[in-house]
């Protein structure tokens, strides 16, 4: 158990330093020692080691108990489509400061995520923070804090990236970029990284600024916005006819609009109007579908989010409503990376198995300038220096193991020897129920095949390395 | 710990549970009620049945020391999907709130407590095969445990049907 206590706790640092969540989670740091089902059902904070209760309940803010310990009375941040959650029958728990819809009356967690992959679900992800960057030094910020290689991507094309640390290029959060223009820049960062991400741009952006004069950088937080993503195989189909091909002046045919590209249209509402503002449609997501990621503005509309979601629900045998609990699950099965359990500071790119996200000329050592560049530039050159591998796993039938089980090398199976530990774990429901995890492995345990044991309730179950994602990626791109 | 650990010892159960209908199992149901329905397999006559504040319910056998153990409909629908559950194996000593089982949906995993102490005589072997069993009908062929009760009067502290439901969030 000792040896148990130990691990977690050198995993919870990193995550006490990294409180960030698109799904919920519960808090390890939690001084309730007996959580079973009572709290299971309350979504309640996981439980520490002493007693192996409820393990992974979905949702919940990690570290909320730290981040908003002064204020643990003040109401939840609502988005602008709370009152429609709750017109849906939503079960809505606390997530990242925000009161977010779980799941929705209609379908349960299993029902929703098959309803994604066969069909079309709308995310609400208003909790997310939308970024505005522009001004003469918007790319040049944007390329110390982050490996990508913005200055190649065209205008409305984006990429995902990560904000990186100054000095350890460790992952302070990770989001996706998108080029509006030769010098604006959007993107949207995780809402349980919103205070750490705040700061971080701020101290960068102060600095630049001091440099190079105020008016070098122009940052927005678009509180304005409402963020829904619409995923799945009917989604193009379902938003085609909303398109309003007058008022848009960009192509209104989205067979076009590829994957990580993004247009500004109007859409058509319920009385046949245009909208009064464009939507900022991109053609990505985080389920491993195709699907549009739509901001939506309330500037002279507040209802427009409302009207746009109404008007995506209206053929209830496309489109429904989900929430957290597949939103997890589906972006578990695609292999993506979910901040606070999978990547944290504690990672630079290249640890947590992401290193493409370094742009192929950003490189060379000469150049680079990028935060972390000396760290992570030796970790893509030779992976063989890496300590540890994220990798993909599949456990034999059974309980599944979930975040904060250990992870064993069974080479002598009477004395089996800590080798990793799981970050994300769940029975994956577009596979049947077989046990799908995420972990962080030893280098030399991380080849695909290899064979290891995972601790689930003391007791060892087989598990093999697997490559990712289990669910192939069927993003639209061009033929 | 020591009782946390044997509880969790699943394997030599299956092999008892996989044996079919041995007479030692007692009453079991030579048909089934239809999913969603109350099943009433061991005694048609008014039966003790408690509930705590973990969401299970234990239920008496009329005049007798035996009784099933399972997880309340609230807590079933309120976790989901069950995907897997685990069972105690036969002979299991448990105390007042420890284990007897575990019960694991997609989104969480959550231990099923003993709210009385007692000897396990079986887990429900329809569960190993049809672990939804528990969301189509928790508090009937979806029950968990079946224990020889130590003291039946332990049950007078538990609560009723109706303070369980007070507990409850409306």
């Not at chain 2, 020391?65 to 399972?70: F, S, V, Y």
């Not at chain 2, 105390?95 to 969480?108: F, I, R, T």
């Amino acid at each position: 158990m000792s040896s148990v206590r130990l691990f977690k706790k050198s995993v919870d640092l990193v995550a006490a330093r990294a409180a960030a969540f698109n799904a919920p989670r519960a808090s390890i740091g939690s001084t309730v020692l007996r959580r079973e089902l009572s709290s299971a059902l309350r979504a309640a904070p996981r439980t520490p080691a002493t007693r192996i209760t409820v393990r992974a309940v979905i949702p919940q803010v990690r570290n909320q108990a730290a981040r908003y310990a002064s204020s643990s009375s003040e109401p939840l941040a609502k988005t602008q489509l709370y009152d429609l959650h709750q017109a849906h029958g939503a079960k809505m728990v606390p997530f990242a400061g925000y009161s977010m819809p779980l799941q929705y009356a209609d379908l349960s967690h299993v029902e929703s995520h098959a309803w994604t992959r066969e069909k079309a679900s709308l995310f609400d992800v208003s909790h997310m923070v939308q970024h505005q960057l522009s001004g003469p030094g918007a790319l040049e910020l944007l390329m110390k804090v982050s490996p990508s290689s913005l200055d190649k991507l065209a205008p409305n094309t984006s990429t995902l990236s990560c904000l990186l640390e100054q000095g350890t290029g460790g992952i302070i959060d990770d989001t996706v970029i998108t080029r509006r223009g030769e010098d604006s820049f959007y993107f949207v960062t995780n809402a349980g990284r919103r205070a750490e991400d705040l700061a971080f741009l701020g101290a960068e952006i102060d600095a630049y600024r001091s440099r190079h004069g105020m008016d070098s950088i122009k940052w927005d937080i678009l509180e304005d916005r409402a963020l829904v993503a619409l995923q799945g195989p009917l989604a193009a189909s379902a938003l085609q006819p909303l398109i309003n091909t007058s008022a848009s002046t960009a192509s209104t045919d989205l067979s076009t609009l590829y994957f990580g590209q993004c247009r500004e249209l109007y859409i058509t509402l319920a009385d046949g109007s245009a909208s009064p503002s464009p939507l900022l449609i991109s053609r990505t997501g985080y389920t491993g579908e195709d699907g549009f990621e739509i901001s939506i503005p309330t500037s002279g509309a507040a209802d427009l989010p409302e009207q746009v979601v109404n008007l995506l629900l209206k053929d209830s045998n496309t489109v429904r409503l989900a929430g957290l609990a597949a939103r997890d699950s589906l972006r578990l099965e695609a292999g993506m990376c979910l901040y606070g359990h999978d990547i944290s500071t504690a990672q630079t790119p290249p640890d947590a198995a992401l290193g493409w996200v370094v742009g192929r000329d950003r490189r060379d050592a000469a150049t680079a300038t990028f935060n972390g560049a000396s760290v992570i530039l030796p970790q893509v050159a030779s992976p063989k220096t890496l300590k540890q591998r994220r990798v993909g796993l599949t456990v034999e039938k059974g309980s599944p193991a979930r975040e904060g089980a250990i992870v064993v090398d069974l080479a002598d199976p009477a004395n089996p020897v800590e080798v990793g530990v799981v970050t994300s774990g769940l029975p994956s429901p577009s596979l049947g129920g077989i046990n799908i995890a995420m972990a962080y492995v030893k280098n030399g345990f991380h080849k695909k095949g290899t064979e290891l044991g995972v601790k689930v309730r003391n007791k060892v179950r087989k598990a093999t390395v697997v490559g990712m994602p289990w669910i192939e990626s069927k993003f639209h791109r061009p033929s | 710990m020591a009782a946390v650990a044997r509880s969790i010892r699943p394997s030599a159960f299956r092999a008892l549970a996989q044996r079919p209908l041995a007479p030692s199992l007692g009453a079991a149901p030579a048909f089934r009620f239809p999913r969603g329905t109350r099943s009433f397999s061991q005694s048609p006559l008014a039966q003790v049945k408690k509930y705590t504040e973990s969401h299970e319910w234990i239920e008496l056998a009329d005049g007798s020391n035996i009784a099933k153990i399972g997880i309340t409909k609230y807590a079933a629908n309120s976790l989901g999907d069950v995907v897997f559950v685990e069972l105690p194996e036969a002979d299991l000593e448990v105390g007042a709130g420890e284990p007897v089982g575990a019960v694991e949906s997609v989104k969480s995993a959550s231990d099923v407590l003993s709210p009385v102490a007692g000897k396990v005589i079986r887990g429900n072997a329809v569960l190993e095969d049809d672990a939804k069993t528990i969301n189509a009908s928790a508090e009937g062929d979806g029950w968990i445990a079946e224990i020889e009760v130590a003291d039946v009067a332990e049950l007078d502290a538990l609560l009723d049907e109706a303070a369980y439901n007070e507990t409850l969030d409306h």
